[in-house]
């Protein structure tokens, strides 16, 4: 299984890849909304593990976008904001989960 990491701390997306990676998921990593947002257009991921506070782009924008193209990929939003209505705005956008 092929994972995206769209997650602008490094260190804590090095960190999730590296538990991703142990369990045996391919993990790619992109840093900024608009990074994350190319890579989930043109690759071929089995989900998206998608960060709300990005650069250039914001996690909820980058899943309303893709949403109004027609990409369902699997949207795992993963944010330090746990508010319900943080939550109900990651998954009116579209995203699948909220962690």
């Given at each position: 299984m092929r994972l995206l990491v769209v997650e602008d701390?490094?260190?804590?997306a090095a960190a999730l890849q590296r538990g991703l990676q142990a369990e045996g998921f391919a993990v790619d990593v992109a840093g900024?909304?608009?990074a994350?947002?190319?890579a989930?257009?043109?690759?071929?991921?089995?989900?998206m593990i998608l960060d709300v506070m990005l650069p250039g782009?914001?996690?909820?924008?980058?899943?309303?976008r893709l949403r109004a193209e027609q990409h369902w990929l699997p949207v795992l939003m993963l944010s330090a904001k746990d508010g319900e209505?943080?939550?109900a705005d990651g998954?009116?956008?579209?995203?699948?989960?909220y962690l």
């Open positions: 701390e490094a260190r804590l900024t909304g608009p994350g947002l190319d989930a257009r043109h690759g071929e991921y089995d989900a782009l914001s996690g909820y924008e980058l899943v309303r209505y943080d939550q998954l009116d956008c579209g995203a699948d989960d």
